[in-house]
Structures are given as C-alpha cells and as structure tokens.
C-alpha cells in the first residue's frame, strides 16, 4: 500500500513540505518529508529534495523571492524579513550541513569505492593464480594421463608376453610329466622283469646248488657287466632327469617334484645294486656249497648270459626314451 501511494508523491508535494519544514525552522531531510507528508519512500523523496536544494539558492539570491505582497501591513513586513533572515540562516546551515554530509558520505563511498577496487584487485589476482594453478593443473593432469596411457599399453605389451611364457611353461610342464610318468612306468616293469629275474634265479639256485660252483667265474663276470650297465644306466638316468630339471626349472614348485623323482630313482637304483649284492652273496654261497659241480654248471651259463642280455636291453631301453 505504501508503495501505491509512494507513487502519487509529485515533485510539488515535496517542495511544500520542504518550505514547511524550513519555515518551522527545520531543516528539511528525507525522514522529515516523509512524516510531514506521512507517506513516501525515500527512493522517490530523494530526488526531489534534492532538487528543491538546488533551487534554493536561486530563490536565495532573489530577495523578492520570499517578498510579501505590495500593500501588506508593516508588521507582516517585519515578519517576512524576519523569516527571511532565518530562513536564509536554516538555508544555509542546511546547505552547509547538507554539502557537508554528502561531502563525507562523497568520501565514504569513494573510500569503499577504493576498498571495494583493492578486494577486487585482490581477488583478481586470487583468481588469476588459481586460473593459472588450474591451467597448470590440467597440464600435470594431461601428461600423467599420457603416461598412464603408456604404462597400460606397456602392461598390456608385458601381460601378452608373460601369457606367452606361461603358456609356453605349462607345455613343457606337461611333457616334463609326461617324461617323468613314462620313466616311472618303465622302472616299475623294469623292477617287475627284475623281481622275477631275480625269483627264478633263487629258484634255480636251490634246485641247481651243485652247478652254481662253475658259473660262479661267469656270474662274477655277468655282475661286472650288469653293475656296469647298471651304473651306465642309471648316470643316464640322472643326466636326462638333470635336463629335464634344469628345462623346468622356470616351474617353481615342478622343480621341487623332479628333484624328489630323482631321489626316487637313485634310492631305486641303490635298491637294485643292493639286490646285485644280495644275489652276489647267494651266488657266492651257492659256490661254496657246491664247489665240486664243474662241468653242469658249464652247461647252465645260459642264465648269467640271459641276465646280461636282459642288463643291455633295459639300457637300450632307457636310451631310447
């Protein structure tokens, strides 16, 4: 509501009250427009005082400007000089205050003006730092994008190439176990054919006591020959599981399971030269329980013969793996 009727406040309206105002003797403000009209913003009061002042001064200067009427009693006369006086006093004291005020508020607001251009000044150099800490920013940003682009093509590069090895280890992973499980069937028939070898000829010890005396010499012989092929044998069994552990060696827990095949096969071998020993203490008792049996003895070499024939087989046997 203020506001509509902030709206009919005309420039006369204040002009008026102004004079009121300075013929009461106050000095006219924009609060005491406002309660002497009893509306008024002072948005729409401001520029009209501020006109009223700036004419002021003209009627200043013209003194018929505040003159009575030709013809009014002396009294009224020496009232209107008399207002005259004061109101060119409350004028200028006005005036003065007024200059004064806007003056200061003039100096205020160019100080705040002047305060508001350094924060500005400052801020702008704020921003200029963050815009060039930004800029910088984004620059490390791009190149440590750029290099973590490379690091993934080299990761990418280096994953193919492990993937390659891996599948490369596992291939001769596989064909290590493939040696080992072909190695290990062979010992086992090898100990089989052995076991039995060795059964028949304890067997024919006990029937044939009297012609183990002759073949004693020949046995000795068989033994050489087969503790020869023996050790032949089992150097190349040790050389070819070497290889194949040194091959797997890039296996890690592989290696571990060669290492313990070849402790398998060499306390298998130790056991074989133990069971030679053992069938040279039977061959040797045999011989001293029938040292008078020459000539069927000679008739039954066959079997030391047999034993050796079947010594050199296993060799060739193992060679061709």
């Given amino acids: 509501m203020e506001?509509?009727?902030?709206?009919?406040?005309?420039?006369?309206?204040?002009?008026?009250?102004?004079?009121?105002?300075?013929?009461?003797?106050?000095?006219?403000?924009?609060?005491?427009?406002?309660?002497?009209?009893?509306?008024?913003?002072?948005?729409?009061?401001?520029?009209?005082?501020?006109?009223?002042?700036?004419?002021?001064?003209?009627?200043?200067?013209?003194?018929?400007?505040?003159?009575?009427?030709?013809g009014c009693p002396e009294p009224v006369t020496e009232a209107a000089r008399y207002l005259w006086e004061a109101a060119m006093q409350v004028a200028k004291a006005s005036a003065e205050a007024a200059l004064t005020q806007r003056e200061a508020a003039l100096a205020e607001a160019r100080a705040a003006l002047e305060q508001e251009r350094e924060v500005l000044a400052q801020e702008r150099q704020v921003m200029q730092a963050r815009l060039e800490g930004a800029e910088a920013a984004m620059a490390e940003l791009a190149r440590a994008r750029d290099d973590a682009t490379a690091r993934a093509a080299r990761a990418e590069t280096?994953?193919?190439?492990?993937?390659?090895?891996?599948?490369?280890?596992?291939?001769?992973?596989?064909?290590?176990?493939?040696?080992?499980?072909?190695?290990?069937?062979?010992?086992?028939?090898?100990?089989?054919?052995?076991?039995?070898?060795?059964?028949?000829?304890?067997?024919?010890?006990?029937?044939?006591?009297?012609?183990?005396?002759?073949?004693?010499?020949a046995a000795r012989v068989a033994a050489k020959e087969v503790q020869k092929l023996l050790e032949a044998e089992r150097k190349a069994a040790v050389e070819r599981l070497t290889r194949a552990a040194e091959?797997?060696?890039?296996?890690?827990?592989?290696?571990?399971?060669?290492?313990q095949a070849i402790a398998v096969l060499e306390e298998r071998v130790r056991q074989r030269e133990n069971l030679l020993a053992e069938y040279r203490d039977q061959a040797g008792a045999a011989a001293t329980a029938t040292a008078g049996a020459a000539n069927p003895a000679?008739?039954?070499?066959?079997?030391?013969?047999?034993?050796?024939?079947?010594?050199k087989s296993s060799r060739r046997r193992m060679r061709g793996m």
């Fill in 3 to 70: 506001t509509l009727r902030s709206r009919g406040i005309t420039r006369d309206d204040v002009w008026q009250a102004a004079a009121s105002l300075l013929k009461a003797g106050q000095r006219p403000t924009i609060e005491r427009i406002r309660l002497h009209l009893g509306r008024g913003s002072p948005n729409t009061v401001s520029p009209h005082l501020d006109a009223w002042f700036a004419a002021l001064g003209g009627r200043i200067q013209d003194p018929q400007g505040f003159a009575p009427a030709p």
């Fill in 158 to 217: 280096a994953g193919a190439a492990l993937q390659q090895q891996a599948e490369t280890l596992r291939a001769e992973m596989a064909a290590a176990r493939q040696a080992y499980t072909a190695m290990q069937q062979d010992f086992t028939a090898q100990r089989a054919a052995w076991d039995q070898e060795r059964e028949t000829v304890t067997q024919r010890a006990a029937a044939n006591e009297r012609r183990m005396a002759l073949e004693l010499d």
């Fill in 247 to 259: 091959a797997a060696s890039r296996q890690g827990s592989e290696m571990t399971r060669l290492g």
């Fill in 298 to 311: 000679i008739r039954r070499a066959p079997p030391a013969r047999a034993a050796l024939a079947a010594g």
